[in-house]
């Protein structure tokens, strides 16, 4: 057996062992972050702060429908490590298989479900009028292509749930610098404007999504996609949606409730929403170690749960945390302490950076709290539990952060900082809950263990 691009976590130096896959991982979750990022840089600088806003506005209503499929890469992956952790072929490639011809029929179906969509969900955001038909026209566009972006993001989990995650580093690194130059010419050189940036975003993922595919189907490795025993197995499909399902709706509906955060956002006017963008643009940066943390606890502990490890994947789990933590702080005070020169990225504009700014100092220390969320979700969910975290992050992310916009900008003033400062608020007794979720699973697994 044929192993030379895998990565077997159940043996050998747990922090080594997490280390070399998260960070081509957290590269190459920097390059895909740069697809929108670099939008905006382009937008904001060369056609102006409403087109700012308006490609700023649309993230949410994008999120809705990617994160629900990012549950299912979820599930697919932790059914995939576990039967490569368990050595059990028939059954990897089952799930492969599976997985693919569902992501083919996702495809289809999140296309015209997200271009219907565009409207209302615009509308449900208060979307101001001086942003409203250009955030129109780059979600159309960005929906007319989401294809690409659905198939590299499941053949990327695929690769990742055996441990390679260095070529889909390549493949994004490829394609990032394309969508760069794709920007510049669209926007800049052919004056195509907002329809420019989202026209360059959906080339380059389906050109990642092509490499994808080609690396999957060419390779000879344990991994590789056969197109004639290309079929869904509904049994197989039902083990994903055990897992996929709860991340999935946890991920929409907390797409979701942030929309109402940008409806409090909206209010504000142009300038505002463009700060806020802008804060999220960074904010997602500050996100990506402790996002590459928890996809590596969920692979390391879905593999060493197969491999029957659990003391190990318990500690790779504690390890994962510390990790996060420590990268998650150099990068979060340094966006602190240079908050406005990065705003200043994006745009010009004063008012701009000044919101920006504001959220910035406001939030950025906070996501401390929201790594160890984010890597005990993932290593729960490499355990098969996925229902614990969805319901966690629901009650905290959604039904917190919700009541706390409600009754501060009623009872105690609306205003920018106050409305930004839900998203701490979510985290801090996100993280007092899961801790004390996980604790009492880990005393029950130790239990059943020694029955």
Request: charged share 10%; net charge positive; hydrophobic share 55%.
């Amino acid at each position: 057996m044929t192993r030379t691009t895998t990565r077997d976590m159940t043996q050998g130096a747990i922090w080594k062992q997490i280390l070399l896959f998260s960070l081509p991982l957290m590269l190459g979750n920097i390059f895909q972050m740069l697809y929108n990022t670099v939008d905006s840089i382009v937008v904001g600088n060369y056609v102006g702060k409403e087109a700012l806003a308006a490609v700023g506005s649309t993230t949410m209503v994008v999120n809705m429908l990617v994160f629900f499929f990012n549950g299912f890469s979820v599930g697919a992956g932790v059914l995939i490590a576990r039967h490569f952790g368990a050595r059990d072929m028939e059954k990897l490639h089952q799930a492969i298989e599976t997985t693919m011809a569902t992501t083919f029929a996702f495809c289809a179906l999140f296309t015209a479900l997200g271009i219907a969509s565009v409207r209302p969900m615009l509308r449900l955001m208060a979307t101001p009028d001086d942003v409203f038909e250009d955030a129109v026209t780059y979600l159309t566009i960005y929906f007319m292509g989401i294809s690409g972006l659905l198939i590299y993001n499941m053949g990327s989990g695929i690769l990742r749930a055996v441990g390679d995650t260095r070529r889909p580093l390549m493949f994004l690194a490829l394609t990032s610098v394309m969508n760069i130059v794709l920007d510049l010419l669209f926007v800049v050189s052919f004056h195509a404007g907002i329809a420019g940036a989202a026209y360059a975003t959906i080339l380059s993922q389906f050109v990642s999504a092509i490499l994808t595919l080609a690396l999957l189907s060419r390779t000879q490795d344990v991994y590789r996609l056969s197109w004639r025993d290309l079929k869904i197995d509904f049994r197989v499909l039902g083990q994903i949606f055990a897992v996929a399902l709860p991340a999935g709706i946890q991920s929409v509906i907390t797409a979701l409730s942030n929309t109402f955060v940008q409806s409090y956002i909206n209010f504000f006017g142009s300038s505002c929403m463009a700060g806020w963008s802008c804060y999220n643009k960074l904010d997602q940066f500050i996100m990506l170690p402790m996002q590459s943390m928890a996809m590596a606890a969920t692979t390391f502990v879905s593999q060493n749960i197969g491999a029957g490890r659990a003391g190990r994947a318990h500690k790779g789990t504690l390890t994962a945390i510390g990790m996060s933590l420590a990268v998650t702080l150099v990068v979060a005070v340094g966006l602190y302490l240079f908050a406005e020169p990065a705003i200043g990225l994006f745009t010009a504009d004063t008012s701009v950076i000044e919101f920006g700014t504001l959220f910035m100092h406001a939030n950025t220390l906070f996501l401390l709290f929201n790594c160890v969320n984010h890597v005990l979700a993932g290593a729960l969910r490499g355990r098969g539990d996925a229902q614990g975290p969805m319901v966690v992050m629901l009650a905290c992310f959604v039904g917190i952060r919700q009541i706390y916009l409600f009754l501060v900008t009623r009872l105690v003033a609306n205003t920018p900082f106050l409305v930004g400062f839900g998203y701490p608020v979510g985290w801090v007794t996100c993280f007092i809950a899961e801790v004390t979720y996980y604790l009492l699973r880990q005393r029950a697994w130790k239990k059943q263990a020694a029955a």
